[in-house]
C-alpha cells in the first residue's frame, strides 16, 4: 500500500535551533517525493522535491531508499518558518500522477 | 507564474441544494487537475484526478454521482457537490498540472463550503 508517515504533529524549537521534520513512506515503485509548506491563511505550496536536490529556504531533505524516508532539516530554524509542513509521495500511472499526503506536521518556532 | 483560482472562496448553502466550485488555472493549461477535500486539522485527501477531455477518476469510497466533476478545457474544472447535506461540509482545494514532465501540483486557495 502507498502511503506517507509524518509521526510528529507539532514540533516546537526555538529561533537557531536545528530542526527536524520526519517523513517515511511505503511505495513498492520507485518513488518521487516532495515537501509542500503551508503558512498561515495561505495555500499550499512546493517547498521541494527529491530530484532537484536543492535547498530552498535552507532546507533540505535527502531521500534514503534504504530507510525510506524523506526528512526535512534546516540547520537554524527562523520564526519565518512558522508553518504546516506536509510530506507527498507522487504514485500512479504516467498521466494520472497522484500525490498522497502524509498527515502533517506543524512547526513553530519560537522567538 | 503558475497561479490557480478557486470561486468561491467560501459559500454557505441549505441542505438538499447543489453547489458548483470552479478552479481555473490563469497562466498555464492544466492537462491535469486534482481536487482535494481537507477537513479541520486533516492532510489532504484526493478525491479525484480529472484530465482535460475524458471523464474525472475517482479516489475509493468518493462518490461521483455526488461529486461532479467537469474539466471541459485546459484552464477550468468544476467540482459539483449535489444534493449538498451538512457531512459535506469541508475545505475543498483543487491543484493544477501543466505536465507530467515536470510533475508539480499548483494548488487553489481553497474553498469553505458549509451546509446547513
Not at chain 2, 41 to 46: A, V
Request: glycine share 6%; net charge positive.
Amino acid at each position: 500500500a502507498q502511503r506517507v508517515t509524518q509521526p510528529e504533529k507539532l514540533l516546537s524549537v526555538f529561533k537557531g535551533a536545528p530542526v527536524e521534520l520526519k517523513c517515511n513512506y511505503s511505495y513498492s515503485g520507485s518513488p518521487e517525493l516532495f515537501w509542500y509548506v503551508q503558512y498561515s491563511r495561505q495555500r499550499l505550496q512546493l517547498l521541494l522535491r527529491h530530484i532537484s536536490r536543492e535547498s530552498i529556504k535552507g532546507f533540505t531533505a535527502d531521500l534514503n531508499k534504504g530507510e525510506t524516508s524523506f526528512h526535512l532539516k534546516k540547520p537554524f530554524a527562523q520564526e519565518e518558518d512558522s508553518a504546516m509542513y506536509y510530506c507527498a509521495l507522487s504514485a500512479g500511472s504516467y498521466n494520472t500522477d497522484k500525490l498522497i499526503f502524509g498527515t502533517g506536521t506543524r512547526l513553530q518556532v519560537f522567538p | 507564474g503558475a497561479v490557480v483560482s478557486q470561486h468561491p472562496s467560501r459559500v454557505i448553502c441549505k441542505s438538499g441544494t447543489s453547489v458548483k466550485i470552479e478552479c481555473r488555472s490563469l497562466d498555464f493549461q492544466a492537462t491535469t487537475m486534482f481536487w482535494y477535500r481537507q477537513f479541520p486539522k486533516q492532510s489532504l485527501m484526493l478525491m479525484a484526478t480529472s484530465n482535460e477531455g475524458s471523464k474525472a477518476t475517482y479516489e475509493q469510497g468518493v462518490e461521483k454521482d455526488k461529486f461532479l466533476i467537469n474539466h471541459a478545457s485546459l484552464t477550468l474544472s468544476t467540482l459539483t457537490v449535489t444534493s449538498a447535506h451538512p457531512e459535506d461540509s469541508s475545505f475543498y482545494i483543487c491543484s493544477a498540472r501543466e505536465s507530467r514532465a515536470y510533475n508539480e501540483q499548483f494548488f487553489g486557495p481553497g474553498t469553505r463550503l458549509t451546509v446547513l
